[in-house]
């Protein structure tokens, strides 16, 4: 079977033709003298109908499902048949066999329930052949594509940094601390000192897309220990204002890319995004009763409840909250000149969840550094840091992305790990 291949959803173009096909049997049915096979690869399904006067049809019987083939056989049409095509298949040779018991379904039965959540994490790659798994990943690739186009188009350098460093880079809490020959490393938190770094070498805009590690032991849909992280940072700008306008064209690109490519029903959103400062969106809440624990910061009850917020007032799946206290925002955010009780950040929420935070960072060295003490920072310990800031730095301010939390809302999936590749958490090491 030297014949070039054709993907399934690619027959239509060939009917009445022989054609080579591969794929997983996901489906065995015998109805007395012909056999239906149901074949799936990247691009979709099909029935193949084996005849009793074919050379594939004793060959049948040894197949077992989920096992890999290639397939000879004729494209028809057929009214019946799912997708009106099938393909009567001559012969077929196996690829991979494979083993009779599955650890888990490929298909759920009807009626039938999914298989819970961690059985199917540790047999990933066989919960992925369901293509609605493996389509969270077609739609974030076309997410992040979108996203890179708008920093091409923007004249953004992408830069990598890296995930050893040797002391922590936003505080001590929640770091991972790896043994490094002789001495101790710690496993980056973001990349946030590096993509200053960059405003400080004056490449002026800088993107990042990498691994983050958060040592946090959080038990929650939306925490992991490693996740990916998309990062940009921009010199030259007046306010956060600036920042948030960047930031809702770049996902304006990553929405648009996604909905022209693969999900056609998305809602992309429209821009610019409503706005509430701290205090506004405080207010908002108390008059919906709904309870504030910490005056300077949103809980996750709050954060759904700002949801309703933006979808009732302003028609909006996303809402920003700007202004966020001194208290609740790391030493490197910039402070308000007339009232240095609040920086100039904010958070985005989309659908209810935080998904950006981002600030005007404080490029000053010594006001920098007046910040790090207030906040119990020794100055050796940020030496290094400190350093970008003393031979010139533009203003400059910039973001850290979740995009396995903008993927999981956009699809409306239970938890960050079901957009996540391979999931890592407290409990989850593997595979
Ligand atoms: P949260 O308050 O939800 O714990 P954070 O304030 O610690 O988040 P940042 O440090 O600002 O988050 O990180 C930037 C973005 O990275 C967040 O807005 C979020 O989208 C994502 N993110 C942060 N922590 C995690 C995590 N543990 N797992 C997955 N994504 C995360």
């Given at each position: 079977m030297s014949k070039q291949r054709t993907y399934i959803n690619k027959l239509p173009e060939h009917i009445g033709q022989s054609v080579v096909l591969k794929g997983f049997v996901q489906a065995i049915r015998n109805q007395g003298g012909i056999k239906f096979l149901i074949l799936r690869d990247v691009t979709g399904l099909v029935q193949l109908v084996v005849l009793?006067?074919?050379?594939a049809f004793e060959k049948v019987s040894g197949l077992t499902l989920e096992s890999v083939i290639e397939v000879i056989g004729t494209v028809k049409e057929e009214k019946q048949a799912p997708g009106g095509i099938e393909v009567a298949a001559d012969d077929f040779v196996v690829l991979g066999e494979a083993a009779p018991?599955?650890?888990?379904?490929v298909v759920v039965e009807k009626g039938g329930e999914e298989t819970e959540v961690s059985k199917r994490l540790d047999w990933r790659f066989i919960d992925l052949r369901k293509p609605e798994k493996a389509q969270i990943f077609r739609i974030w690739t076309e997410l992040e594509r979108g996203v890179r186009d708008f920093f091409y188009s923007r004249g953004f350098t992408q830069i990598y940094t890296p995930?050893?460093?040797?002391?922590?880079?936003?505080?001590?809490?929640?770091v991972f601390e790896v043994a490094y020959f002789e001495k101790k490393a710690y496993l980056a938190q973001s990349p946030q000192f590096y993509k200053q770094m960059a405003m400080a070498a004056g490449l002026e805009k800088v993107f990042t897309m990498g691994p983050v590690y958060r040592a946090e032991p959080s038990f929650t849909?939306?925490?992991?220990?490693e996740f990916t992280g998309w990062d940009f940072e921009i010199s030259y700008?007046?306010?956060h204002f600036d920042v948030m306008a960047e930031l809702e064209q770049m996902l304006l690109a990553g929405f648009e890319r996604v909905k022209t490519t693969v999900l056609p029903d998305l809602k992309v959103p429209t821009v610019p995004f409503p706005k509430l400062t701290m205090l506004e969106a405080k207010a908002k809440l108390a008059a919906r009763n709904v309870?504030?624990?910490?005056?300077?910061d949103l809980s996750p009850e709050e954060e759904r409840a700002l949801y309703d917020i933006s979808k009732e007032d302003?028609?909006?799946d996303f809402i920003f909250v700007t202004?966020?206290?001194?208290?609740?925002?790391?030493?490197?955010h910039m402070r308000y000149e007339?009232?240095?009780?609040?920086?100039k950040s904010f958070d985005l929420l989309y659908k209810g969840i935080e998904i950006v935070t981002g600030a005007q960072r404080e490029h000053r060295l010594d006001i920098l550094e007046k910040q790090a003490l207030e906040k119990g920072m020794p100055l050796e310990s940020i030496s290094s840091y400190l350093s970008?800031?003393?031979?010139g730095c533009p203003p400059h301010g910039g973001v850290g992305i979740g995009p396995g939390r903008i993927v999981m809302k956009m699809l409306d999936l239970p938890s960050v790990k079901e957009a996540t590749y391979l999931p890592r958490d407290v409990k989850r090491l593997s595979p």
């Amino acid at each position: 079977m030297s014949k070039q291949r054709t993907y399934i959803n690619k027959l239509p173009e060939h009917i009445g033709q022989s054609v080579v096909l591969k794929g997983f049997v996901q489906a065995i049915r015998n109805q007395g003298g012909i056999k239906f096979l149901i074949l799936r690869d990247v691009t979709g399904l099909v029935q193949l109908v084996v005849l009793k006067s074919s050379a594939a049809f004793e060959k049948v019987s040894g197949l077992t499902l989920e096992s890999v083939i290639e397939v000879i056989g004729t494209v028809k049409e057929e009214k019946q048949a799912p997708g009106g095509i099938e393909v009567a298949a001559d012969d077929f040779v196996v690829l991979g066999e494979a083993a009779p018991e599955l650890p888990i379904p490929v298909v759920v039965e009807k009626g039938g329930e999914e298989t819970e959540v961690s059985k199917r994490l540790d047999w990933r790659f066989i919960d992925l052949r369901k293509p609605e798994k493996a389509q969270i990943f077609r739609i974030w690739t076309e997410l992040e594509r979108g996203v890179r186009d708008f920093f091409y188009s923007r004249g953004f350098t992408q830069i990598y940094t890296p995930s050893f460093m040797d002391a922590p880079s936003e505080s001590g809490a929640e770091v991972f601390e790896v043994a490094y020959f002789e001495k101790k490393a710690y496993l980056a938190q973001s990349p946030q000192f590096y993509k200053q770094m960059a405003m400080a070498a004056g490449l002026e805009k800088v993107f990042t897309m990498g691994p983050v590690y958060r040592a946090e032991p959080s038990f929650t849909t939306r925490h992991m220990t490693e996740f990916t992280g998309w990062d940009f940072e921009i010199s030259y700008i007046e306010s956060h204002f600036d920042v948030m306008a960047e930031l809702e064209q770049m996902l304006l690109a990553g929405f648009e890319r996604v909905k022209t490519t693969v999900l056609p029903d998305l809602k992309v959103p429209t821009v610019p995004f409503p706005k509430l400062t701290m205090l506004e969106a405080k207010a908002k809440l108390a008059a919906r009763n709904v309870p504030s624990e910490k005056p300077s910061d949103l809980s996750p009850e709050e954060e759904r409840a700002l949801y309703d917020i933006s979808k009732e007032d302003y028609n909006s799946d996303f809402i920003f909250v700007t202004d966020y206290p001194v208290e609740v925002r790391p030493f490197y955010h910039m402070r308000y000149e007339d009232n240095p009780g609040i920086t100039k950040s904010f958070d985005l929420l989309y659908k209810g969840i935080e998904i950006v935070t981002g600030a005007q960072r404080e490029h000053r060295l010594d006001i920098l550094e007046k910040q790090a003490l207030e906040k119990g920072m020794p100055l050796e310990s940020i030496s290094s840091y400190l350093s970008f800031f003393k031979y010139g730095c533009p203003p400059h301010g910039g973001v850290g992305i979740g995009p396995g939390r903008i993927v999981m809302k956009m699809l409306d999936l239970p938890s960050v790990k079901e957009a996540t590749y391979l999931p890592r958490d407290v409990k989850r090491l593997s595979p």
